[in-house]
């Protein structure tokens, strides 16, 4: 099938969601015509369709806030696109790194989410990790962790992959699941503390997509 195939509107768009190849973050919406998409299939940078400016423009040309397209995937309808893309810089024109920080309360009423973006989990958790670290509060478990520092971290990761590990062998579905959940946990306040990303981690692993895992441990 072509470009010809996909179901344009009466103004010859489509809509197109920008998501984190990576991490899966949705980074904006936006809309493309049929040049924006060529334009972005041969150069491999985003591309869309203002409707307010009606002109082609790139994601980036000026701010340099760049989106590199992995890939472009098509819905069931054919009126969807998804560019699956590797950001540089935030993503929405207000300074955010995605375009969906606010989110609708039970009233219909558009709530600031104090920081927080509509994300997957461990994104969502790295992130409050990382405010934690920002923070005073001598309360918080997370702040007493980074504060102790690697030996500390490095202690609480051998216990808690000791206690998966056990639990893999004799205990139940749920606590496997619970012991797996504080294994990344620490894991994940380990990485903050270094500050070595969570995209850092799975781009690491998409890296090894198609290879062979002893070939890739034999590489080290």
Known sequence: MSLDALKFDDQGLVAVIAQDAETGELRMMAYANEEAIRRTLESGWAHFYSRSRKQ????????GNTLAVRSVWVDCDGDTLIYTVDPTGPSCHTGADTCF??????????????????????????????????????????KALLDAGPTKIDAKL????????????????E??????????????????????????????????????????????
């Open 56 to 63: 082609l423009w790139k994601k980036g040309e000026t701010s």
């Open 101 to 142: 920080f606010r989110r609708l309360d039970s009233d219909g009423n558009w709530v600031d989410a104090d920081g927080q973006v509509a994300g997957p989990t461990l994104l969502r958790l790295e992130r409050t990790l990382q405010t934690r670290k920002a923070s005073n509060a001598g309360q918080s478990y997370t």
């Open 158 to 173: 051998r216990e808690e992959a000791a206690e998966l590990g056990q639990a893999l062998i004799d205990e139940s579905d």
């Open 175 to 220: 606590r496997v699941a619970a012991e797996a959940g504080d294994l990344t946990y620490h894991m994940l306040v380990g990485l903050v503390l270094r500050e070595i990303s969570l995209r850092d981690v799975l781009t690491e692993l998409s890296r090894r997509f198609g290879r062979s895992g002893h070939d890739e441990r034999n590489s080290r």
